[in-house]
């Protein structure tokens, strides 16, 4: 049911974002995203680990300080995070759940920069924090840091 919410909101989003104009020769662009972070299992030697589905950030800030007709070139920041995706785990000792952080800082190219689409090439580098619960699945303080 929360997944179902979760494709809802991002279908809506992006309908909206679908129909938007683009304006020409803007130089300053802001995109945001809403998602979702499908869970996975992993086996691994001290038993199984199950991470749950999360919801996921992002936004955009880019600045166009190239461009011609054909070729636009942009810096850009990205700002990713996932507040909660929560554990279970058969080992009892796992942290309960994780938040995780990204920041990005890159480049960018755009092909045809004020068609309607427009195609682009990225590379970035950038900073990561994975933090982890205060507790352990079993209820106890998480001594990891």
Same mark, same amino acid.
């Given at each position: 049911?929360?997944?179902?919410?979760?494709?809802?909101?991002? &279908?809506?989003?992006? !309908?909206?974002?679908?129909?938007?104009?683009?304006?020409? !020769?803007?130089?300053?662009? *802001? &995109?945001?995203?809403? $998602?979702?972070?499908?869970?996975?299992?992993?086996?691994?030697?001290?038993?199984?680990?199950?991470?749950?589905? &999360?919801?996921?950030?992002?936004?955009?800030? $880019?600045?166009?300080?190239? &461009?011609?007709?054909?070729?636009?070139?942009?810096?850009?920041?990205?700002?990713?995070?996932?507040?909660?995706?929560?554990?279970?785990?058969?080992?009892?000792?796992?942290?309960?759940?994780?938040?995780?952080?990204?920041? *990005?800082?890159?480049?960018?190219?755009?092909?045809?920069?004020?068609?309607?689409?427009?195609?682009?090439?990225? *590379? $970035?580098?950038?900073?990561?924090?994975?933090?982890?619960?205060?507790?352990? *699945?079993? $209820?106890?303080?998480?001594?990891?840091?």
């Amino acid at each position: 049911m929360k997944y179902q919410s979760i494709l809802r909101i991002t &279908g809506l989003i992006t !309908a909206i974002v679908a129909v938007v104009q683009v304006a020409p !020769a803007q130089r300053h662009e *802001i &995109g945001l995203t809403l $998602g979702a972070l499908i869970g996975t299992a992993k086996d691994t030697p001290g038993g199984a680990l199950d991470i749950g589905t &999360g919801v996921a950030f992002q936004a955009t800030y $880019g600045y166009r300080f190239l &461009g011609t007709g054909k070729v636009g070139l942009s810096g850009e920041v990205r700002l990713l995070a996932s507040p909660l995706q929560e554990i279970e785990s058969s080992t009892r000792t796992a942290t309960r759940d994780y938040a995780s952080l990204y920041v *990005i800082p890159g480049v960018r190219v755009n092909f045809a920069p004020a068609a309607r689409v427009s195609p682009f090439a990225a *590379i $970035g580098w950038g900073y990561a924090l994975f933090e982890q619960s205060t507790n352990r *699945i079993d $209820g106890n303080p998480n001594a990891a840091p």
